[in-house]
């Protein structure tokens, strides 16, 4: 067996490696119970007496200096962790995957509720609001991003160069002493706003699939065939399969989708954007756009109107999340680095240009508010957004099929944390995926979907749990940042200097404030039917995470796990 040695030389005062280290670090001989920083390696580090040399991977006859070596995966080897995952993801495909997996096209399904509680002005002005204070979330994330895709060989911390993201983030920024338990929160709160979300985003997939056939077969007032619940989660169930396939056994594919998907909503929104308002044959006034508010009281049983107007900005609290997904690629992206913090403030962009565009287009094409909701109308009064698109249609051409293609368009634990986390953790022979824990992931989201069978409210408790859990693992490094002292934070390439305690506060409350809102009632009167059961859900959720840790995981979770022993 060829053996590689490495000697690391890279100025330490260039600037591309910041922080304090020892002038000799040695990784010590592999054993059966450590792993080296290549599958056959041993691994030896010095640095000179000059503070400088030069990287060579020797190899029998072939020499690789350091720029044959993303630095992404030289950064992970240095801070003690083995390059387990494939490094084929570009920015583009980077950015198509967090636009991918943004709510936005899920959350369109709420643009009915919404519109129920306050009429077009909350859904418009509610889009601006919330994206104004998103903008600072994805500040904030993108400058903790940035500066840990800046920092080397910290000997006790972890990364953002590693799958676990805004869990690595939180071990680094909450120290040694507190960061076992802040990691463990934060893990767990994205693990389940992440199984949730996607559950979301089978759940919204289904429903449009079962519009569309309602609409091609002849609509609601016409007999048009309208899914029956046991069929809707046969169809939840099918996307659930369907991703851990393609997740399990094709990640070039799936990287290859994410591109499609962004050109393909890209596209769809631009679409919808231009096309709709220009086949409509009557469309709304500024006036009503932007100042028209109506409470549909006899839809949501709510007469507040600071309440009402509260609630209508759940559809944009939903759909504006997500943007960290790049983060979680860039173990997997090259020169993560740079483009993990890019990616992240351009899907933020991306979300609001489209969102915007997408909720003016609907709102400006709407024929007749008072039909919207009409039980009796072409989709059962069920989905607003889809009767908008055949309104349009139907009036300019007496055919309702132009709507139905636009429908088509746009529906197309490595660190022992989690029980049987040897097994989670194993990555496919072939595929180098986590192929265990991505069947786990899909097998919860089918579970989690199984109340649709037996309730119309559903969606909108695994919407809220989602929501909240996924905000609540932004809110915790987020909030650490803004309580740690300046001189312990080392910025990267993109930094928000002065301004930084302040842009991570304002996210910080913005976070505590939607998080309270997703907890609320939306119906009234509250029956078993439009009771909100997100707190119930969240409390068991919690109740589990604390106890575990309590009793038993305080033992011997220690947060990220090297898998390269650094030996001082």
Not at 8 to 16: H, I
Not at 95 to 124: D, N, R, W
Request: net charge neutral; proline share 5%; with cysteine.
């Amino acid at each position: 067996m060829k053996r590689k040695q490495w000697e690391f030389g890279k100025s330490w005062k260039d600037g591309t490696i910041r922080g304090e280290y020892p002038r000799s670090i040695s990784l010590p001989a592999p054993t059966s119970n450590t792993p080296t920083l290549q599958d056959d390696t041993a691994s030896r580090i010095d640095q000179d007496t000059c503070g400088s040399a030069t990287l060579i991977l020797s190899t029998g006859s072939a020499v690789e200096t350091v720029a044959d070596i993303d630095p992404g995966e030289r950064r992970l080897n240095e801070l003690g962790y083995k390059q387990e995952l494939k490094r084929e993801v570009s920015l583009l495909k980077c950015v198509g995957f967090g636009f991918s997996t943004v709510g936005l096209f899920a959350g369109i399904l709420l643009y009915g509720p919404s519109f129920a509680y306050t009429g077009p002005v909350g859904l418009v002005w509610g889009w601006f609001i919330v994206s104004f204070f998103t903008g600072f979330i994805g500040l904030a994330l993108a400058e903790i991003c940035s500066s840990f895709s800046g920092m080397c060989m910290c000997l006790w911390a972890s990364e953002n160069l590693t799958t676990g993201s805004l869990y690595f983030w939180t071990a680094h920024l909450a120290g040694p002493r507190y960061g076992p338990f802040a990691s463990w929160v934060c893990a767990w709160l994205e693990i389940v706003g992440l199984i949730a979300g996607a559950g979301t985003q089978a759940y919204s997939g289904a429903q449009v699939l079962q519009y569309i056939v309602l609409l091609s077969t002849g609509t609601n007032k016409d007999g048009g065939y309208f899914a029956s619940r046991g069929v809707f989660y046969s169809i939840y169930f099918g996307f659930c399969l369907i991703w851990a396939i393609l997740n399990t056994f094709a990640l070039k594919i799936v990287a290859m989708i994410d591109v499609v998907s962004l050109y393909w909503q890209v596209v769809g929104g631009a679409l919808i954007i231009i096309l709709v308002p220009s086949i409509a044959p009557v469309t709304q006034s500024a006036k009503y756009v932007f100042t028209h508010y109506e409470k549909s009281t006899e839809l949501t049983g709510i007469h507040s109107n600071p309440y009402a107007l509260v609630l209508s900005l759940l559809f944009s609290q939903f759909a504006l999340l997500g943007y960290d997904a790049p983060a979680h690629l860039t173990e997997e992206t090259k020169n993560a680095d740079r483009n993990g913090p890019m990616a992240i403030l351009v899907t933020t962009g991306l979300m609001f240009s489209v969102g915007c565009g997408v909720i003016l287009s609907l709102t400006f094409s709407i024929q007749d508010p008072a039909y919207l909701f009409d039980p009796l109308n072409e989709t059962g009064g069920g989905f607003v957004a889809a009767q908008i698109l055949y309104d349009a249609f139907y009036g300019r051409y007496g055919s309702g099929t132009g709507a139905v293609v636009l429908l088509c368009v746009y529906a197309l634990s490595r660190d022992g944390g989690t029980p049987g986390s040897r097994i989670w953790k194993k990555l496919h022979p072939i595929y180098k995926v986590p192929a265990n824990a991505v069947w786990l992931s899909s097998f919860i989201t089918a579970l989690i979907g199984l109340p649709v069978l037996g309730t119309n409210v559903a969606f909108t408790a695994i919407v809220s749990v989602s929501s909240i859990g996924w905000m609540g693992s932004y809110a915790i490094p987020i909030f650490l940042r803004m309580i740690m002292l300046r001189k312990n934070f080392t910025p990267g390439p993109f930094h928000l200097g002065k301004a930084s305690r302040a842009i991570c506060a304002v996210a910080f409350l913005w976070i505590c404030y939607s998080s309270s809102v997703f907890l609320l009632p939306t119906l009234y009167p509250l029956t078993l039917e439009s009771f909100n059961y997100a707190p119930v859900a969240l409390g068991v959720v919690l109740s589990f995470i604390m106890s575990w840790w309590i009793l038993d995981a305080r033992k011997w979770f220690s947060g990220p796990v090297r898998n390269i022993i650094v030996d001082k």
